[in-house]
């Protein structure tokens, strides 16, 4: 039922926002018994197929990537090595996004991007100069890196991915010295990306990754140990 829903909602051209008809209507038009066009409708609420508005009806939902998200984030959950493989995998997804799109940012960005990224870069510093965590500023620069290009899924696939990360890293427990090392690589890649430099801005976001790809390195080492250790 949920595809005959989906192909309903693709047939009729129906957008993000749009209102579907109520589960009556549905039932008829789709030949379908209430309670199976209701369970369809709790499923794909879930996926933001479907937007329920109690009291105002159902609507196409905005297509979010909140259930990738959520399924990332249980799966690195269920063990502390799943967690590190997962980080792993979600950090080497943003490099290539960020990476891949290098060219295309750099003629896109504007000075009230780069003045932007540089207050978020000062925020940061000073957060990790008191040993505190900068998660907010860090989501806002890499959003805020993709905006010019317009592109909404990039922009989605950048927040959900980074949305992992975020549950997943304080498990690394950086040190202030790492903390400080990852604000001085924000700031090479806007020092990079004001010289539409596409060469030395993908090698500013390599560097960017590196202190957290030292501390998976790590803990997955630690975590193989463990785990010989207990084997034998």
């Known amino acids: 039922m949920t595809e005959q829903i989906k192909a309903f909602i693709l047939q009729n051209h129906l957008k993000p926002g749009d209102p579907l008809p109520t589960e009556t209507v549905l039932c008829e038009r789709l030949g379908a ?8 409708i709790k499923t794909l609420s879930a996926l933001d197929i479907v937007e329920v508005r109690h ?33 792993g995998e979600v950090i080497g997804i943003r490099q290539l996004l960020e990476q891949g799109l290098a060219a295309s940012l750099l ?3 504007r000075d009230s991007h780069f003045e932007a990224l540089t207050t978020l870069v000062t925020e940061m510093r000073e957060l990790a100069d008191r040993g505190e965590s900068f998660v907010e500023q860090d989501r806002a ?15 989605q696939l950048t927040g959900a991915f980074w ?26 890649i806007v020092t990079a990306a004001r010289r539409r430099d596409v060469p030395a801005f993908q090698a500013a ?15 997955l080492s630690e975590h193989g140990r463990a785990t010989a250790d207990d084997g034998s």
């Open 141 to 155: 620069f890499h959003l805020l890196l993709m905006e010019p290009l317009n592109l909404d899924l990039v922009q």
């Open 55 to 87: 009291g105002h009806g159902m609507y196409v939902g905005h297509l979010s990537l909140v259930a990738l998200v959520e399924s990332l984030a249980f799966r690195a959950q269920l063990s502390s090595h799943d967690d590190f493989a997962v980080l």
């Open 163 to 188: 949305d992992v990360h975020s549950m997943v890293a304080p498990l690394l427990a950086p040190s202030t010295e790492e903390g400080r090392e990852t604000v001085e690589a924000h700031a090479a």
């Open 205 to 219: 976001i390599e560097a960017h990754y590196g202190p957290v790809r030292k501390q998976l390195a790590t803990r």
């Open 107 to 109: 003629a896109a960005l």
């Open 33 to 40: 018994s209430r309670s199976s066009v209701r369970e369809a």
